[in-house]
């Protein structure tokens, strides 16, 4: 499996596009890294930037970006809103497949030495990356900012971990390390008053504010949410206050919860939340939670689509307010995706018919059975979604917001399987491709054939459980779901039975190709048992459908 990390330097420039392009264009210059995103903020004077790939290259991204940042920003000059340190103010990176921390902390120690050694910059260690505790902080390393820190690097206790112990008047310093994934997000106030947006981040904060105990001592008082860093300040390109936080672990404290927190502050201090803005990039989970975390709220079913939570949860953050917010552009899975693995489910029903009927022979009766097989479970979602918001059955919307969920998940597991039965199909007509001019070649070839085979034998058995697992719901929503979509239900138990039979029928035929008679033999007794049961409670759905009908 592929190693892959991110990189989000934050530079020391937000205003001229010209100087912006020329370091991301050294990032996009190294092969095998991908450049996610780029969010200059003026007010800030800052531009933070986010690319992914193979640890190496990265890195090699990284300084190239770092030594380009040096050339052409100069710290003397820099005004902003933010905390800074240097022309680069620090470059973190970030695990996300298949490494661990250790290992990229490793690399971030590796950047940072090349740093300090070939640019003769003084750079510290923070996070993973750094072994002293009292410099993992990056806050703590910054203090004083580059004012401050001509003085305080000639402090033993702050010698740089690599570089000079001398500060670079043009170029400041950098911090380098390891981190989980973070979130930059700000709430938006509807004050220009700092001292106020400050006391929403003193509230929200882990850290809260000091303030002193029934003795007169000086004691913290901790703010509402853990693993956030916040403060406040005033956004002259907006001309609003912001509590600015980084959440350092959305899955002790998310996004809809930081924002939820801010508004009760501010609305306890006369203030108002107006909306908020993402910094960078965010997980498709933090979207989707948040879009259901405000369906709850309003006791309404979750199970509607990725595309409706990503749409609840940008207008409940307000995430459009300053700036239209294209998930395409902001959602780290979505700038990441493989445009060209789900070609079949981006097009029209009539572009999808059309390429069906072609003379190529895939889409074919894999694929079909699987869109068929999404069609049934989106037609029992359908009813689960009316029976949530039926009128007089407000203390079953829970029930039925369960069912839509499970129905969702279902539905989009059979998406992904009409565009990868036809990508097993392609597999084996890649492998008999493979050249045959000698003995090695062949027993190559003869090997990749098999295991396209097993493979394109496994993708449609997939299918028939799916939808097979799908009729439990269509069968509840038969039941007790609104009966005014009943025949709705019976029409989701026909497709999906036929998804189960046109599926078998796939595995029966790729079997047959296969050397491994174990396998074969079981996965065909398998699917036989699954359409056997799929027939016998199709029956039961159709004679309970057409006994409410009458």
Sequence with gaps: MNQLIECVPNFSEGVDPNIIRQITNEIESVEG????????????????????????????AAFRAIQKACELIDMSKHHGEHPRMGATDVCPLIPIANISMDETAAFAQKLAARVGNDLKLPVYLYESAQSNPARKNLSVIRAGEYEGFFKKIKLPEWKPDFGPAEFSEKSGGTVIGARDFLVAYNANLNTTSVRRANSVAFD???????IKNAKGEEVIQPGACKSVKAIGWFIEEYGIAQVSMNLTNISITPVHI?????????????????GSELVGLIPLKAMLDAGKY??????????VSEKELIRMAIKSLGLDELTPFKPEERIIEYMLADQSSHKLISMSLADFADETASESPAPGGGSISAYIGSLGISLATMVANLSSH???????WEEFSKWADRGQQLKDQLLKMVDEDTNAFNKIMN?????????????????????ATKY???????????????????????????????????????????????AYLNVKINAAGLTDKTFSEQILKKGKEIQ???????????????????
């Design 33 to 60: 890294v991908k450049l996610l995103n780029v969010d200059p903020g003026k007010a800030t004077n800052r531009t933070v930037v986010t690319f992914v790939g193979a640890p190496e290259p990265v890195i090699e």
């Design 204 to 210: 929200v904060r882990e850290n809260g504010r000091k």
């Design 258 to 274: 930081a924002f939820d927190e801010c508004v009760k502050s501010a609305h306890a201090r006369g203030m108002r939340v107006t």
């Design 294 to 303: 405000f369906l709850q709220k309003q006791r309404r079913s979750t199970g």
């Design 390 to 396: 039926k009128t007089g059955w407000d203390e079953r």
């Design 431 to 451: 492998a008999f491709g493979l050249p045959k001019s000698n003995d090695e070649e062949k027993k190559i070839r003869t090997a990749a054939i098999q295991a």
């Design 456 to 502: 394109a034998t496994e993708i449609p058995f997939k299918v028939m459980e799916i939808s097979f697992a799908s009729m439990e719901i269509i069968q509840a929503m038969a039941e007790t779901g609104n009966p005014n979509s009943v025949s709705d239900a019976g029409v989701g138990a026909l497709c999906a039975r036929s998804a189960v039979m046109g």
């Design 532 to 550: 056997d049961a799929a027939m016998k409670k199709e029956i039961e759905i159709l004679e309970m459908v057409n006994g409410k009908i009458g």
